[in-house]
Every structure is written in C-alpha cells, then in structure tokens.
C-alpha cells in the first residue's frame, strides 16, 4: 500500500494513492504534487467557493500558483521555469481541479496553452523570451483567444478577425466570443486571419497581445459552471502591436493550432475533467461513510447500490486518466520532454502526428465527467444537491466539458469521419468540393431548371 495523502494536519478523507497511478510520475514530479496538494489544502480550495459565486476571477490562487513557479511549468530551467514535461502538467491540471478550485485549473490550461504558442516560436523572439522569463515573478496570466462569434465553436475560423502590415508593426483586429480570464489576463495569444490571406480562411496568423490593448467587459460574464473562468468575449480593436508581436512567421497559425494550442488543450483540459471526477468521486466517498441511517443501522456507503456507483466510477474515470497519461507520455517522447529548441526548424510538428489521438482523450474525459457527476449525485441523495457539499459546483463546472470547443459532438464525427473517409474529407475551412453531393443534387434539376443555374453559375464565374 502507498504513502498516507496528508491533507492539512489530517489524513485525506478522498481515495488515496492506492487509486492513483502514481507510476507515470518521476521522484520530483510526486513531490511537485505533494507540495500542490498541500497548496490546494491551504489556499486554492476555499477560494473555489467564493470564486462560483460571486463570479471572481482567482487572482489569488494564481498568485500562490506563481508562489511554487508554475506559471513556468514548461518553461525551459535556464529561463527561470522547472522546465516541466507533458506529463507534469497533466498531473498539476488534474491536481488544481481535484483538490483546489475547478475554475484556476481551467484558467490554468489556458495559460499553459498560451505559454505553449509562445515557446513554440520563442526561438528569435525577444519580447517573448522576455515575457516567459517574467511569468512566475510579476504573476503574469495568459490566456488563448480563438473563438469567433460568427463560427462558435469552430474557433479555427476566425471570420470576424484580421491584421494588416503597417509602419512599425502590425494593425490588428479580433472579435472573440469567449477567452477564459478575458479582461483579467496579462497577455494574449489571439488568432486571426493573416495580413496576405486573400480570403484563404487556412492562412491563419498569431499574435501576442497585451491586456491594456484589449477591451473586455468581464461583468456580463456568467455562466452555469466553472464561473470563476470569467470567460467572456473580448475585442482587439485595429490595435497597432510591434512587429515582434508575431509569434511565428505570417501563416503559421494552422500548424500552431496542430503543434501546441489543439495538444495543450486538449491534454489539459482532459486533465481538468478527469480532476473534477476525482473531486466528486472523493466527496462521495467522504460522505457516504459518514452519514448513516438510523432504521437500518447501515453507512450509505454500505448499500451494494453506492459501492456499484463508486467502483464504477473509479475505473471509468481511471481508464480515462490512463488514456491522458499514456498520450501525455506518448507526446514527452516524441519532443524529448518538451524540449522546446527541437522547433527550431519550424517544420518539425511531432505533437501534430498525434493530434487525432488527442481528439479521443478529450471527448472520452469530457464524457466520463457528465456521468460520474450524475452518478455522484445520486449516491449523495438530496444532500449532494445542496451546495454545502460541493457536488453540485463540481457537477456544474463539469459541464463545460461537453461543450467546449471542439465540442464531443465534432470530435465524435471528426473520428468517425476521418475513420470512414479519411483525414481529407475533414474540410475544416470548408474549401474542398463534396461531388457526389453536387451531382446528386444536379440530378434532382428538369432540364429548365439546369439551364437557370448554369446561367446563374456563368454570370458569377464572369464576375469572379
Ligand atoms: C467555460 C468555457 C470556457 C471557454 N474558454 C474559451 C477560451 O479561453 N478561448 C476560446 O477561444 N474559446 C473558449 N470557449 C469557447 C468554446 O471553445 C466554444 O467556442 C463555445 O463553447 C461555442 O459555443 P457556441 O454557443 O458558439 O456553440 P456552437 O458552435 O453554436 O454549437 C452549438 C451546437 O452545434 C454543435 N456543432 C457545431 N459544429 C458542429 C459540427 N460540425 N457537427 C456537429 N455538430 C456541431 C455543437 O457541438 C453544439 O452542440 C469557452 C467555452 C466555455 C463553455
């Protein structure tokens, strides 16, 4: 059996190490989790309640967070950060959401994603290099601006989003529907059609924005669940940056999107929902042991009904952690631990290779979390769905899971598209001509009817 999980100057009342796998960790690793459990204990954790609500934006536990230097998870060590894995960070996501505060985990996984573009093209950066080596000391958030309000969650297509070569720099314009911390961040990486990109929606840019350049109006944020996220729209209004303010060459954005933004979200906030199925997971088991029924003289917990839920649970949600950490491992592999100078060469996209995997984890964790949160539920009765004992946040904060881009139902039919028809007919900017649609429909048309539309089709065709 493992080592007792100190919680406080208390044994942890949740599931132990035992149903951990602690194995994929590395010595320091444990002890980074250990230290964030106990910061989680102490501080993270009673901020969740205020921060669900009265909507904050948890600056504080940030602050902790920055306290232990993990605003620099994967920052290299000679620039100040630890210089962390893929890995680490799946493991420091689902710790912040399990023992801490659901929202800092998912503002967290956007700033890891934020930190991830950034290092990505750090290489001949020095206002990024700059800004990576200050993260952890002037507490400085990130965050990733890609949904557009005219595309939802399609947030690869940033139709209302432009920039523009101009003296000194770039004029750039962004509307964002949604941006976790929108108005709280410090920096930005919004994504945006490219200055050349001739109405190519694939011809994307990124670029680093800073938060006195952005308007937010973070009081009409609200939302069911993770409310402390504050993630509300945003707008970069034909702001001039300066020129290093590019991250990337001009039309890097697609693969930026393939190499560090898809992979770190994904992988993060897989991670956040597999932490807030463990969180409800330790409730109910806290709960069900200590509250008993007089008649019976029995623990809810002794009910064969609850023991069915909860070992259900733990493996639906173990294999789901397995699946996060097996890709996490997968992806420490393929770039020697997050070595960020392998991207040197610009063309070298390893995470990318996997990416279709990284579809999977996402919509499996984001599945188990609605179910496990139900299933949670039910096993707490009438008094898990009070907010006292914390089920009823967690099933709230849950429930982003489901719908945040790319949504479970895109993923779902991505997978099984790409599967059936191959990775071609995925189409994301929606360029490629489907035929056998065309034709069938052609069909359908008299001869009258076909003569209209080749009219119709020429005189267009003469006006392009
Ligand atoms: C808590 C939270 C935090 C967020 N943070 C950020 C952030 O930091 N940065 C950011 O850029 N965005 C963020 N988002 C936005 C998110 O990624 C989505 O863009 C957003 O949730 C889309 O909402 P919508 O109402 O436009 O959905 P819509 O896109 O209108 O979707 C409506 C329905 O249509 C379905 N649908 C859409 N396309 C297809 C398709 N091709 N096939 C089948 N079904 C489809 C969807 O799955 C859904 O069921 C956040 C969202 C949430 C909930």
Same mark, same amino acid.
């Given at each position: 059996m493992s080592d007792t999980k100190p919680w406080g100057s208390e044994a942890f009342w949740g599931l132990g190490y035992d149903w951990d796998p602690q194995w994929v960790l590395t010595p320091e690793q444990k002890a980074l989790q250990g230290r964030l459990i106990a910061l989680c204990q102490s501080t993270l954790r009673k901020h969740a309640v205020e921060s669900d609500e009265k909507r904050l934006f948890p600056r504080e536990n940030f602050e902790a967070l920055a306290s232990m230097g993990l605003l620099g998870l994967n920052v290299p060590e000679a620039w100040g950060g630890?210089? +962390? *894995?893929?890995? #680490?960070? =799946? !493991?420091?996501? +689902?710790?912040? =959401?399990?023992?801490? #505060? =659901?929202? /800092?985990? !998912? #503002?967290? /996984? !956007?700033?890891?994603?934020?930190?991830?573009?950034? !290092?990505?093209?750090?290489?001949? *950066?020095?206002?990024?290099q700059e800004l990576m080596k200050r993260l952890d000391r002037d507490v400085l958030v990130g965050t990733l601006s890609y949904s557009d309000p005219e595309t939802g969650s399609h947030f690869w297509y940033p139709i209302s989003s432009g920039a523009e070569a101009v003296d000194g720099g770039w004029k750039v314009r962004k509307k964002a529907s949604w941006t976790t911390s929108g108005g709280f961040a410090d920096w930005y990486i919004v994504q945006t059609t490219s200055p050349d990109f001739g109405g190519d929606y694939s011809n994307l840019s990124c670029f680093l924005v800073m938060a006195d350049e952005v308007k937010a109006e973070p009081s009409k944020w609200d939302g069911l669940g993770l409310r402390g996220n504050q993630s509300g729209a945003i707008e970069v209004d034909n702001v001039t940056v300066p020129e290093d303010r590019l991250v990337g060459p001009v039309g890097d954005g697609a693969s930026s999107n393939d190499e560090t933004v898809d992979p770190f979200f994904l992988l993060c906030s897989s991670a956040c929902w597999n932490g807030i199925s463990l969180g409800l997971i330790d409730i109910a088991k806290r709960h069900t042991t200590a509250r008993r029924h007089a008649d019976v003289g029995m623990r809810v917990a002794d009910y064969p009904t609850i023991q069915d839920y909860v070992g259900e649970a733990v493996m639906d949600t173990n294999t789901s952690r397995a699946f996060v950490f097996q890709m996490a491992g997968a992806m420490d592999e393929l770039t020697n631990h997050c070595d960020w100078s392998i991207h040197e060469d610009l063309s070298n996209l390893p995470r990318a290779e996997v990416l279709h995997w990284m579809w999977q984890v996402k919509f499996v964790a984001a599945k188990n979390v609605a179910n496990v949160s139900d299933k949670m539920l039910h096993a707490c009765g009438g008094t898990g769905y009070k907010p006292e004992l914390g089920i009823e946040r967690y099933l709230r904060d849950g429930k982003a899971g489901w719908v945040m881009g790319p949504t479970n139902e895109v993923l779902r039919q991505f997978v099984g598209k790409a599967v059936l028809l191959g990775f071609d007919s995925l189409d994301y900017w929606n360029q490629s001509v489907n035929e056998r649609m065309l034709h069938n429909e052609i069909k359908k048309l008299d001869r009258e009817a076909k003569k209209a539309l080749a009219e119709k089709l020429l005189a267009e065709a003469e006006g392009d």
């Open positions: 630890l210089g +962390e *894995n893929h890995t #680490c960070t =799946a !493991m420091v996501v +689902e710790t912040i =959401a399990r023992y801490g #505060c =659901a929202s /800092t985990a !998912m #503002c967290y /996984t !956007m700033h890891v994603g934020a930190v991830a573009a950034a !290092m990505f093209r750090s290489h001949d *950066n020095p206002t990024i």
